[in-house]
């Protein structure tokens, strides 16, 4: 048996499973719009999305109240991939993953730091000395509490890498942009 290659790019163009497709336009469906979250609704808070290097971000801001508010991101990897914890070095370990990121600038500031909704595991890579954190395979959401300064114009920033133990690893994204329009009433979702 051959080992896994944890490192090697893959093209970012390649078809998507039906399932993968499936769970995303699920995903999709109630969701309309890309505008903030009205304070006191029971709406879905507005997303917006993009897909890059197998990976699709869906990014949504919810819990707007007096400047401040949480934005969440679900990082959806193609079926069999996994995402590097976001307490991976910039750099990775001995060279190998990218963190997975979400940082803001702007007319926003973090209130704190991202947390996961997933449990990191440490995985052995051939060639590597240390062991790799990661999350399981599978969608992985960040949140980040953060506050406007003032009305304005904001980016949310997003990085990460995702592999899978026998196809290899994609190309890293590196502070790929989202914006933001915000005010005191909320922050406002650019369409993707």
Not at 17 to 34: D, E, H, K, Y
Not at 40 to 61: D, I, Q, Y
């Amino acid at each position: 048996m051959r080992p896994p290659r944890p490192h090697a790019p893959r093209r970012a163009g390649y078809a998507r499973s039906a399932r993968t497709v499936a769970a995303l336009l699920a995903l999709s469906a109630p969701l309309t719009g890309c505008g903030g979250q009205s304070p006191g609704t029971n709406a879905p808070a507005p997303v917006t999305r993009f897909t890059e290097n197998g990976v699709t971000v869906a990014l949504s801001v919810s819990d707007w109240q007096a400047s401040k508010g949480t934005l969440t991101a679900v990082f959806t990897p193609e079926e069999g991939f996994h995402l590097y914890s976001a307490e991976l070095p910039a750099t990775g370990v001995e060279g190998v993953g990218r963190p997975t990121t979400m940082k803001v600038a702007g007319a926003l500031t973090a209130t704190g730091a991202p947390k996961a909704g997933a449990q990191v595991r440490d995985i052995a890579l051939p060639g590597v000395d240390a062991p790799v954190p990661v999350y399981p395979d599978g969608p992985v959401t960040l949140t980040l509490p953060v506050r406007a300064g003032a009305d304005g114009e904001a980016s949310v920033l997003f990085g990460y890498a995702s592999c899978s133990t026998d196809q290899g690893c994609t190309i890293p994204v590196t502070d790929r942009p989202v914006q933001l329009r915000v005010t005191a009433a909320g922050a406002t979702l650019a369409a993707p």
